[in-house]
């Protein structure tokens, strides 16, 4: 009897640390793989520990450039996309104009459209255009996709923000400018921060609609994929374990800074 009061007393903790299990397996999976020294060409039964891989994360022609090409792309539509999504988060939550409320059923539609529908209205625009696919196509559409969420992410964070904060600075004789920088941005940054991570991860994951766009340039998702196809080396394992733990680290850092400027503003 003991035992199942402490289950039920513990049933919602027990169960989002199996959820927690669940989610990190597969990352989990990745990570020993990565230490595998396949006898095939598939990295999908262990054999033997070693580190060649991880001492040669590029021993594999192409790897590395398709992961320089994903970072850069990631980086400028997270910079794009952040831009645009906090201006047009602002103007949604603090400003009244025609079709605002089209203009807020509108921003929820790429991320409720299948992605293979908005890759082929892509791609049908952009052929349409006359447009080379490459690069720029792609960086375009990730922008595009990404925007949806960064605008969700920093207008949930403006809307709570206490309008009082801002009078009370313009009654101190802040300019427009400087209550912005000073008392406005500090108060939105967690929201934008969390919408620019949010679209970094999108942008760096993607395939579909890369996979539509991409014409000749090859991203890592796509090289993965393209790898997938004839056999799957090991750095493909040490390129993913690096890429989670520097995520992790990020995000358990942002907590920890969080955490800390709360004890510091209790005391």
């Not at 025609?98 to 952009?126: K, Q, W, Y």
């Not at 313009?170 to 929201?191: H, M, S």
Request: with cysteine; aromatic share 10%.
């Amino acid at each position: 009897m003991s035992v199942l009061r402490t289950l039920r007393r513990n049933l919602v903790v027990i169960a989002g640390l199996l959820t927690l299990a669940y989610m990190i397996l597969p990352n989990a999976v990745v990570m020993v793989f990565s230490f595998n020294r396949p006898k095939g060409r598939f990295n999908n039964a262990w054999q033997e520990f070693s580190l060649d891989a991880w001492k040669d994360p590029c021993g594999v022609a192409d790897l590395c450039g398709s992961l320089s090409l994903s970072l850069r792309i990631a980086v400028w539509a997270t910079v794009g996309a952040t831009v645009l999504g906090t201006m047009i988060a602002f103007a949604l939550v603090r400003y009244r104009f025609r079709a605002r409320g089209a203009i807020n059923s509108l921003i929820f539609l790429p991320m409720a459209m299948p992605e293979v529908v908005m890759a082929a209205s892509l791609l049908t625009l952009f052929l349409n255009m006359g447009a080379q696919l490459g690069f720029w196509t792609v960086l375009i559409a990730h922008i595009m996709f990404c925007l949806s969420f960064v605008v969700t992410a920093v207008k949930a964070r403006v809307m709570s923000m206490d309008p009082r904060l801002e009078e009370a600075a313009r009654d101190l004789y802040a300019g427009p400018v400087q209550t912005f920088v000073r008392v406005t941005l500090p108060i939105a940054a967690p929201g934008i921060a969390a919408g620019a991570l949010l679209a970094f991860a999108l942008s760096f994951d993607d395939f579909i609609i890369t996979n539509f766009n991409a014409g000749s340039t090859v991203t890592f998702p796509m090289f993965v994929w393209g790898s997938a196809q004839r056999g799957t080396p090991v750095q493909i394992n040490v390129i993913g374990t690096a890429m989670f733990v520097i995520a992790v680290t990020v995000v358990l850092a942002g907590q920890i800074v969080a955490n800390r400027r709360k004890s510091n503003a209790v005391k």
